[in-house]
T-cell receptor, first 114, second 113 residues
Framework: DTAVSQTPKYLVTQMGNDKSIKCEQNLGHDTMYWYKQDSKKFLKIMFSYNNKELIINETVPNRFSPKSPDKAHLNLHINSLELGDSAVYFC?????????????FGQGTRLTVV | RKEVEQDPGPFNVPEGATVAFNCTYSNSASQSFFWYRQDCRKEPKLLMSVYSSGNEDGRFTAQLNRASQYISLLIRDSKLSDSATYLCVVILAGGTSYGKLTFGQGTILTVHP
């Protein structure tokens, strides 16, 4: 069974469109994250949710809206897509309040905005 | 100054070589330290945690120097399969950090025959 699964794996869309990426984890973790990996391969946190509550919002444009319907799911909706949004988006989960806890990542969603 | 800095490399080494990666972090309140590995077009995966006393896992040795805010990873007897990007990762404790992983930019390793 896949521990953290995100869909779709690839997403190609035009500028101005709205799209969503879904993420689910079956590890029983209380904390989920969205990370963005840009063309220089740098991984940067976007959002973190703990028990469905938004904990971290790293100055991400408000075109990006995360939603956590329950502890096991964290979806990312993006409005009015721009060329600069092209990147790989990784969902992850962990026991957020435990030190030295391992984070598990989904396989990534490669978003290309044309 | 970046929160976590690594030498991006790339490091190109022959099989059997020993290679060392370094990482520095800026926030002295950082509490948890890791090395993750990311293969090309794949997700990051935990390689090993890093403890103050230093720790070893087979051919891999990790060291932490809190006074210098410095982390290292040593790979002995490199294998072709070690080729990947190695990511230094730091977590702040407490508050609203909630396990937020802060990544270095990664060090690319290529092991050749």
């Amino acid at each position: 069974d896949t521990a953290v699964s995100q869909t779709p794996k690839y997403l190609v869309t035009q500028m101005g469109n709205d799209k969503s990426i879904k993420c689910e984890q079956n590890l029983g973790h209380d904390t989920m994250y969205w990370y963005k990996q840009d063309s220089k391969k740098f991984l940067k946190i976007m959002f973190s949710y703990n028990n469905k509550e938004l904990i971290i919002n790293e100055t991400v444009p408000n075109r990006f809206s995360p939603k956590s319907p329950d502890k096991a799911h964290l979806n990312l909706h993006i409005n009015s897509l721009e060329l600069g949004d092209s990147a790989v988006y990784f969902c992850a989960s962990s026991h957020g309040t435990v030190l030295n806890t391992e984070a598990f990542f989904g396989q990534g969603t490669r978003l290309t905005v044309v | 100054r970046k929160e976590v800095e690594q030498d991006p490399g790339p490091f190109n080494v022959p099989e059997g070589a020993t290679v060392a990666f370094n990482c520095t972090y800026s926030n002295s309140a950082s509490q948890s330290f890791f090395w993750y590995r990311q293969d090309c077009r794949k997700e990051p995966k935990l390689l090993m945690s890093v403890y103050s006393s230093g720790n070893e896992d087979g051919r891999f040795t990790a060291q932490l120097n809190r006074a210098s805010q410095y982390i290292s990873l040593l790979i002995r007897d490199s294998k072709l399969s070690d080729s990947a990007t190695y990511l230094c990762v730091v977590i702040l404790a407490g508050g609203t950090s909630y396990g937020k992983l802060t990544f270095g930019q990664g060090t690319i390793l290529t092991v050749h025959p």
